[in-house]
């Protein structure tokens, strides 16, 4: 199995607990927070959506301005945005040679400001873990915010019950 074969089934498995979660956002309480040094679930959301995104821009292009923010307007809106984006991923990726995966390299920016330049298997690779990391926050925030928490990996104690 080949580094890219290994991501894009990484890259599918991933999609349901990220959208799973996103979805399961109650939406009435999005601006949650649980102190006020950390972003709001919104914000975090965004953050992840916006992910899924840039996930397009460094397979279709050679720099990233990496994108900060994705408004919607409902759990479930920010749920289906992510899951076109990242389905529109995988697709591009399935075309790509090992090459062109492994070797061509992608400038990174942030608002405009080059950050750094690797692999692009290596920057997907690090995007994909900043939204699993960014989910784990997600998954915290729910059960005080008045929901329940969806499985990510195996069941949650929400999905028992």
Excluded at 113 to 132: C, E, G, H, S, Y
Excluded at 136 to 160: C, E, F, H
């Amino acid at each position: 199995m080949t580094n890219k074969e290994f991501f894009i089934g990484c890259l599918q498995n991933e999609l349901k607990a990220t959208y799973d979660i996103i979805a399961a956002l109650p939406f009435d309480k999005i601006s949650y927070k649980p102190h006020e040094i950390n972003r709001s679930a919104y914000e975090i959301a965004e953050h992840i959506i916006a992910h899924a995104l840039d996930f397009n821009v460094i397979l279709n292009n050679n720099t990233c301005d990496e994108c900060l923010v994705m408004p919607f307007t409902s759990s479930q809106d920010g749920a289906d945005q992510l899951k076109e984006q990242w389905e529109k991923a995988i697709s591009t990726l399935t075309t790509y040679s090992d090459s062109k995966w492994n070797e061509e390299p992608v400038e990174l920016l942030v608002a405009g400001n080059p950050i750094l330049t690797m692999p692009r298997a290596n920057l997907m690779w690090f995007f994909l873990f900043d939204v699993i990391h960014h989910r784990g926050q997600l998954s915290s925030y729910i059960r005080p915010m008045g929901g329940k928490n969806p499985a990510v990996y195996g069941y949650s104690a929400d999905t028992m019950q």
